[in-house]
């Protein structure tokens, strides 16, 4: 299983340790190349201005849309939410605000149950932290922090406004390793 995690800017090491940790390959994703042959993607946490500045500078905005369109499995942490929001690469029907939380010194962590994430609360780590303002009827919301959606889903792609991968807590990095297992049952029936 190869993972392909964005690694323009952000914390993309963090999250190969914990693919690695979970005995998947992961990928940095640099390049329009980079993205042949991937099973799962991750966008990862990092400043959103840069990312999508970067994308651009790469050209591969239109290959990612491409790639999650098709069905695969995706995990966007942070400002991943915001770059795949209506205002960037429009892949899922919300609109996400940067830093919505304040600034870094608003940083905090919180418990949150989500559903389908067996095991009792995540422990988010809210690092400038957006949250979803506006979302479309097929988006899915799965925790809220003070009344604002933190965590949604929708098709294959599960967005969060927090840092899964700073903790030692692996259940989101092994919802898209499940997720990716059964999307290649579903295309071998």
Do not use: K
Not at 63 to 92: F, K, N, Q, W, Y
Not at 101 to 118: D, H
Not at 152 to 161: H, N, P, S, Y
């Amino acid at each position: 299983m190869t993972i392909g995690i964005l690694a323009l800017q952000g914390d993309f090491e963090a999250h190969a340790g914990v693919l690695a940790e979970l005995g998947a390959e992961a990928r940095e994703v640099r390049t329009p190349a980079d993205l042949a042959g991937l099973d799962g993607l991750i966008l990862p946490g990092g400043e959103s201005t840069t990312i999508t500045l970067g994308l651009e500078r790469e050209s591969l905005a239109e290959p990612l849309r491409e790639l999650i369109a098709s069905g695969t499995p995706t995990l966007a942490t942070c400002a991943g939410m915001i770059v795949l929001d209506r205002e960037h690469l429009g892949v899922l029907d919300l609109t996400a605000r940067r830093n919505a939380f304040g600034r870094q010194v608003r940083s905090f962590e919180a418990e949150l149950e989500l559903p389908g994430i067996a095991g009792g609360p995540v422990r988010a780590v809210f690092i400038r932290a957006p949250w979803v303002d506006e979302l479309g009827p097929g988006v899915e919301v799965l925790a809220e922090v003070e009344g604002h959606p933190v965590a949604v889903r929708e098709g294959d792609v599960l967005a969060v406004a927090f840092h899964p991968e700073l903790t030692r807590d692996e259940r989101l990095h092994r919802w898209l390793l499940e997720a990716v297992a059964a999307r290649a049952v579903r295309e071998a029936a």
